[in-house]
């Protein structure tokens, strides 16, 4: 019993044996752990090893890991933040004697501390502007894994009702710009031609996972 993959972004059970709905099962993983899952339906079978598409029973899933990694970035930002802080009060340690800027008097008792105290101003400063900057795209990886985490995956069932709405709407879009261009109004060419695209893009998505989730009217209605 493995998982294999099915399509670009999911995975199904491949298993010697036949499972029914609802049967709870643990599958190894490569790196020697379990994954409790639940089998959603019996997909296909071939050579005898049968494929079903299954949840996991933790609720990891595509948009979960984007959204946990998001999390992570999150985190790591508030620590890099708070080090530019710390950073920056250290190079500000010294500011009212810096801020006289009175030169260094070679040659004097002062001159070796007086120069640590620039060198060290410097280097905190130096510091805390590269946590910030650190913090910075940090948030942006957040941002960025979190906006992915919005995206239609269809690793989950709940996927069904989201593709179904979103294809109704590119369709009803093509059909309103065409009504709109047969009306006389310039409706630009690259704006049905994109939207098409679109569609069909969502068809094919639809597609796969009606296969992987769709289940008999009694099933769904229960």
Not at 40 to 65: A, Q, T
Not at 104 to 126: D, L, P, T, Y
Not at 209 to 217: F, I, M, Q, R, T
Request: some cysteine.
């Amino acid at each position: 019993m493995q998982f294999k993959k099915y399509t670009a972004g999911v995975y199904c059970l491949a298993s010697e044996t036949k499972h029914e709905r609802g049967d709870e099962v643990c599958v190894p993983t490569r790196r020697g752990k379990e994954v409790e899952v639940t089998i959603w339906k019996h997909l296909f079978s071939k050579n005898g090893v049968h494929y079903h598409s299954y949840i996991r029973n933790d609720g990891i899933n595509s948009s979960e890991r984007l959204q946990n990694k998001a999390d992570k970035h999150r985190a790591r930002a508030e620590k890099a933040s708070a080090r530019s802080d710390q950073f920056q009060e250290r190079a500000n340690e010294h500011k009212d004697f810096l801020s006289l800027a009175e030169p260094i008097k070679v040659g004097h008792h002062s001159e070796k501390r007086h120069r640590r105290i620039i060198e060290q101003a410097q280097n905190n400063a130096s510091k805390c502007i590269a946590e910030m900057n650190k913090a910075s795209e940090l948030l942006d990886r957040a941002e960025g894994a979190e906006a992915a985490s919005e995206k239609i995956f269809i690793d989950t069932p709940d996927c069904l009702p989201r593709l179904r709405e979103k294809l109704n709407k590119l369709v009803a879009f093509q059909e309103d710009a065409k009504a709109r261009r047969k009306a006389g109004e310039d409706v630009p060419h690259f704006v049905t031609a994109n939207n098409g695209a679109n569609i069909r893009r969502v068809k094919k998505q639809l597609d796969t996972a009606e296969k992987l989730w769709s289940l008999p009217e009694p099933e769904q209605a229960a």
